[in-house]
């Protein structure tokens, strides 16, 4: 069992910067693949990034490579999705997810585990 809390979001402007926070408790997380999705109003629940559970693979969104990174920290049970030069489409609540595997995974059914979301606001 896993359980993911999100921490980071806020409201920013355009071109600013926000590092989100996935913390996670349980025995399973440091093999776990972790993926970071984000759902704005009326919208899908879409995929932003992915990091495999050693950190060796990574994978972005079009939308957002470039501008946003993934990162983990095992020891701490925390994985991070940096964000920078945000633009007002970035808005959203952002969620991680995660499950055990060896690879990267892209749809949110392919998930086991999820956090409570954080909001992100990007004013223009």
């Known amino acids: 069992q896993v359980q993911l809390v999100e921490s980071g979001g806020g409201l920013v402007q355009a071109g600013g910067t926000l590092r989100l926070s996935c913390t996670a408790s349980?025995?399973?997380?440091?093999?776990?693949?972790v993926g970071w999705f984000r759902q704005a109003p009326g919208k899908e629940r879409d995929f932003v990034a992915v990091?495999?559970?050693?950190?060796?693979?990574?994978d972005y969104a079009i939308s957002v490579k470039g501008r946003f990174t993934i990162s983990r920290d095992n020891a701490k049970n925390t994985v991070y999705l940096q964000m920078n030069n945000l633009e007002p489409e970035d808005t959203a609540v952002y969620y991680c997810?995660?499950?055990?595997?060896?690879?990267?995974?892209?749809?949110?059914?392919?998930?086991?585990?999820w956090g409570q979301g954080t909001q992100v606001t990007v004013s223009s």
């Open positions: 349980g025995r399973t997380f440091s093999s776990s693949t």
């Open positions: 997810a995660a499950r055990v595997g060896s690879r990267v995974y892209y749809g949110p059914h392919e998930y086991d585990y």
């Open positions: 990091i495999s559970w050693r950190g060796a693979i990574t």
